[in-house]
């Protein structure tokens, strides 16, 4: 198989390449920062140039590919979220998959499979026990954000391709995402719950959301939204205490809510919000997790 990977430089499309490379598939790398990504992905990696707005120097580098996985946006967490940011995050993930859907219309030899990121942050804050791909969306930025994601990315389906919507959950991985950031304060005997701790932390090992992105190229019968989290989710008091049993660490002292708050502003809501989001399609499809529980990731990631 051949695939186009946007966003491939990040932690996921990094761990994807790596995947496919392993089973002999060609990769083709796609970044604003080819020279970049080209001196971090492994040997074999072809690296091309692509930019938000240029649909038809697209097409012609993902012609006679097989299939695009679609992981480019600008990083959620780590600054504060003012109108600008806010605009930078909703335009990398809405306008840049439109130029992907474009390119493919475009493309003389269009590839016929289109696996796209979304987010967990589509359902929005949840109390719901489970939250499967059925549920509908919330009406916070983050949901309405990935409302419009994968709009944009459906068109493609329009004209024929089959389009995977991955509703990606809180990613684990010792080189980066969500754990070097929890971390710290663990080390430090300050680590503990965020906000109640009763909102859902949907985690997923890194090795299984590329697991995942796999499943979805292969799986002729998968279409439409496929949950990536694990099978068993857990809130964030329970996630925080198996962190700290890891790594011999208390984890008493919580994070309250206006503290959070008042230090990164509105992106604390991905923080202090949550779901228990379940992979159903992909278990339905016959997708066997290799970390299926909290105990089983953080063992693999920290022992």
């Not at 038809?56 to 992981?71: F, Y």
């Not at 390119?103 to 030899?109: K, R, T």
């Amino acid at each position: 198989m051949r695939v186009a990977i946007t966003g491939a430089s990040g932690l996921v499309g990094m761990a994807v390449a790596k995947r496919l490379l392993a089973r002999g598939d060609e990769v083709t790398a796609l970044s604003r920062n080819p020279e970049k990504t080209r001196s971090r992905m492994p040997d074999g990696v072809r690296s091309a140039p692509i930019a938000r707005g240029e649909a038809e120097a697209l097409s012609r580098i993902i012609s006679g590919h097989d299939a695009v996985v679609n992981l480019a946006g600008e990083p959620v967490i780590g600054r504060r979220w003012n109108d600008a940011v806010r605009r930078e995050i909703r335009d990398s993930r809405i306008e840049g998959t439109r130029t992907v859907v474009e390119a493919m219309v475009l493309a003389e030899e269009p590839p016929g499979i289109l696996v796209n990121a979304s987010a967990v942050g589509y359902y929005g804050d949840r109390e719901e026990p489970e939250i499967a791909e059925d549920t509908g969306p919330g009406t916070d930025f983050l949901a309405e954000l990935s409302v419009a994601w994968e709009d944009a990315a459906r068109h493609a389906g329009e004209r024929g391709a089959r389009v995977v919507l991955l509703r990606i959950g809180i990613v684990l991985s010792v080189d980066g995402g969500a754990l070097p950031r929890l971390l710290p304060p663990f080390r430090f005997f300050v680590g503990g719950p965020i906000g109640n701790g009763r909102q859902g932390f949907p985690f997923i090992h890194i090795e299984d959301l590329a697991g995942l992105v796999l499943h979805a190229l292969d799986r002729e019968d998968l279409s439409g939204p496929m949950n990536a989290t694990a099978p068993h989710p857990v809130t964030n008091a329970r996630f925080s205490k198996a962190l700290g049993r890891v790594i011999g660490r208390p984890s008493w002292l919580p994070a309250p809510r206006p503290a959070l708050r008042l230090v990164i502003g509105a992106a604390a809501a991905v923080l202090v919000a949550g779901q228990m989001a379940v992979p159903k399609r992909a278990l339905d499809t016959g997708y066997e997790f290799r970390f299926p529980d909290v105990d089983r990731t953080l063992h693999d990631l920290l022992d």
